[in-house]
């Protein structure tokens, strides 16, 4: 092997390992990102089903709820970069199958914003009832992404 090229075998190695050391970052970033708003999602459900057990649930905090969950959905589209799923080696639940599936998983992420947006509008009017319903389709639609796309 001549000096140059063993020169550039070296720079060809420092090249990829520094590649993969930033997809691996990057990965990592994006699972530590989505995981956290997940988090959020599952605290204002949470709350806000917690709040539907009470004699006067007070249907103001649940809006807010709402509101923030409705924009946790928005930022769905952004939070599964390609490299981030389980190939990545990381610890994450997100299964192979939303990269597969794309248009199936939008579609799941799709109706996650459109009951989140009615239980922020429904929220807002005050009615217990009506409040609940929307919360049982809200639910769904974790479901509705969960069974296929997440592991248990
Ligand atoms: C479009 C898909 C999708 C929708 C809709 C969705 N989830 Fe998830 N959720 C996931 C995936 C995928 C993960 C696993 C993320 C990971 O581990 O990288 C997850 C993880 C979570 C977690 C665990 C977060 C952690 O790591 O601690 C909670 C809690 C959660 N979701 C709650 C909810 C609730 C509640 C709803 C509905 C109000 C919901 N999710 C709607 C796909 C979805």
Redesign the pocket.
Known sequence: MSDKTSAVSIALVLALTAGGAIAATSAEKA?AL??????E??????TINEELKKDAPDTKLIAKEARM?HGH?LS?PK??PKG?GPESGL?????AD?WAEPAK?SD??K??QT??QKLRVIAGKGDVEAIKLQVKA??A??????TP???K
Do not use: D, L, N, P
């Not at 989505?34 to 988090?39: H, I, P, V």
């Not at 610890?91 to 299964?95: G, I, Y």
């Not at 639609?141 to 969960?146: D, E, L, P, R, V």
């Open positions: 699972i989505r995981q956290a708003g997940y988090k999602v599952g605290k204002s459900f949470k969950m959905s769905i939070w599964f981030s610890k994450t639940k997100a299964k939303i998983f799941a992420t109706a996650f009951e989140s809200t639910g639609s974790c479901g509705g992404c969960h796309f997440r592991e």
